[in-house]
């Protein structure tokens, strides 16, 4: 057993080090698990088990990669019971139990120190190899952790739970009756709070009471801040926004703070579309743009990446997964891991942003692959679709030059509706199970070190691996009743769309 270290305020980082070899390993996994959380979204609602957050992380798991961890849950009890002198000895009742089960798996990353070396050179910062990776490292493992997230959720309720967790902005029964108009509003917010109580998920926890200390209950709504937006349009949000809150610029309306509406709290997250060359924004409102310009209707292989990937070679979809956010891709958090079977189709409309005309496409789960749309191998693509945009329309266009200005790529209903989710929460919504290790460096050194400056070995790689897997808790019914997912319009800046619903 390794020593033990006690730190105190005149404890060294190299004192530690040397009485432990492991200590700057494990320091180095917390400080990166640290500042990964600080930039996920999801970090306020995140806890330990029984904390009431929705996000509970169990990390007493000792699991290494494709481990199962199975849950078991019970039901109440049922039945009136006897009454006076009947008997009870044959009417005893029984608990009803029920499993779920989370696998874990390794999830890796790691840049080459060549690339490390060159962008040290180009900004010409005076940070270390190793102080860029460590930040690269956790850059990337927050970005996984946000997207693992929302990908398992989205993949129960649309694949797993036979619609169950799915509501439509004003009530509508399927995707196909949204209308640009269909944006996030009050109405939503307060259905989802019925269809959350009914179906018992129990509430999260964030505050106290001022006066008697006692548990606020309250479920949580999740929205990209698009999709927050429109809220400032319903007259009944304004009033109690402008009246709840502290009035002049402390007011919630102009500091963006989270607002509580019939104790359900509306998070409304920040989404920026940087400039990485992969995909773009989250899977609540994801988009891309078009690599390699497209001529005419004939097309049937759709690229990604903008002007990066203007000649579509770039083909990995380990570091080019430009439409890997879209609708239809199957996002694995496993190595091993079956896709559902998915027979929907899906929709994109391709946006030119010089002029404003655009075209609407469908394919189906086969023709992505997370790189590209593809028709042209086992998917289907179709372009012109009709009930997007008509061929005859003023606003039509099936030629799609990248050179003259962006070219968007945005999912959207079978009537050109671009499409957000926004999901709501409640305590436990899902697990996150952690392994034996989690968030540690890792470094490889495939060639040859420079005698007494081994700093300088250029065919090597550092990283970050750990062992964790996702599920969200179900009931003895095999109900996921901790969450919801609300489909509903929203608008983009820049964009104009006709009205085909």
């Known amino acids: 057993m390794a020593p033990s270290v006690q730190i105190d305020g005149r404890t060294l980082l190299s004192a530690a080090v040397a009485n432990d070899a492991n200590f700057q390993q494990k320091f180095w ?7 990964a959380r600080n930039r996920n979204p999801f970090s306020l609602f995140m806890g330990a088990e029984k904390s009431g957050q929705p ?156 006066f008697t200390g006692a548990s606020i209950p309250r479920y949580l709504v999740f929205t990209p801040a698009k999709g927050g937006y429109t809220l400032d349009d319903d007259p009944k949000w304004r009033e109690v926004v402008s009246r709840g809150g502290a009035q002049g610029v402390q ?19 920040e989404v920026i579309d940087d400039t990485s060359d992969g995909r773009r924004q989250n899977a609540l409102e994801p988009i891309a743009y078009l690599g390699k310009p497209i001529a005419d209707e004939n097309e049937l292989t759709i690229t990604g990446g903008g002007s990066k990937n203007a000649t579509g070679a770039k083909t990995n979809v380990a570091l080019h997964d430009y439409f890997a956010n879209f609708p239809g891709y199957f996002w694995n958090v496993r190595n091993v891991e079956a896709a559902p079977t998915d027979t929907k189709t899906y929709y994109a409309i391709l946006y030119n942003m010089l002029d404003g005309k655009y075209e609407g496409i469908s394919y189906n789960a086969g023709a992505i692959n997370g790189n590209t749309i593809d028709g042209d191998g086992s998917g ?20 799609h030059n990248t050179a003259t200005g962006d070219v968007l790529i945005i ?29 540690e460096r890792i470094e490889m050194n495939d060639g040859f070190t420079p005698v007494g400056n081994p700093s300088d070995a250029t065919d090597k790689a550092r990283g970050i691996h750990g062992i964790r897997g996702y599920q969200s808790p179900r009931d003895t019914d095999g109900r996921a009743n901790g969450f919801l997912v609300i489909e509903h319009a929203y608008d983009l800046p820049g964009v104009t769309l006709v009205d085909m619903s």
């Open 55 to 210: 996000i509970s992380e169990k990390t007493d798991l000792k699991a290494a990669g494709g481990d199962t961890v199975t849950f078991t849950t019970t039901a109440d009890i049922g039945g009136r019971g006897r009454f006076g002198e009947q008997s009870l000895k044959d009417h005893v009742n029984e608990f009803e139990f029920g499993t779920y089960k989370l696998q874990v798996d390794k999830r890796q990353f790691a840049i080459g120190w060549q690339h490390l070396l060159k962008y040290l050179k180009m900004r010409g910062n005076d940070m270390s190899p190793e102080q860029l990776a460590d930040t690269l490292s956790t850059r990337w493992w927050a970005s996984m952790e946000r997207d693992d997230i929302m990908h398992v959720l989205l993949r129960i309720a649309y694949f797993e739970t036979s619609g169950r967790n799915i509501i439509r902005a004003q009530g509508k029964a399927s995707q196909a009756d949204l209308t640009l108009a269909d944006t996030l509003s009050t109405y939503e917010i307060e259905q989802a709070q019925v269809r959350m109580q009914a179906q018992g998920a129990t509430p999260m926890q964030v505050r106290k009471d001022q």
């Open 411 to 439: 999912p959207c209903t079978i009537n050109g509706v671009p499409l957000m989710r926004s999901l709501v929460l409640g305590a436990d919504a899902l697990n996150i199970g952690k392994g034996a290790f989690d968030a």
């Open 251 to 269: 007011n919630p309306y102009f500091t963006g703070e989270m607002v509580p509406w019939r104790n359900m709290l509306v998070y409304s997250c």
């Open 29 to 35: 996994s917390r400080k990166i698990k640290v500042d």
């Open 380 to 399: 289907t693509v179709t372009r012109e679709v009709a009930s997007i945009l008509g061929t005859g329309d003023a606003r039509y266009s099936n030629a």
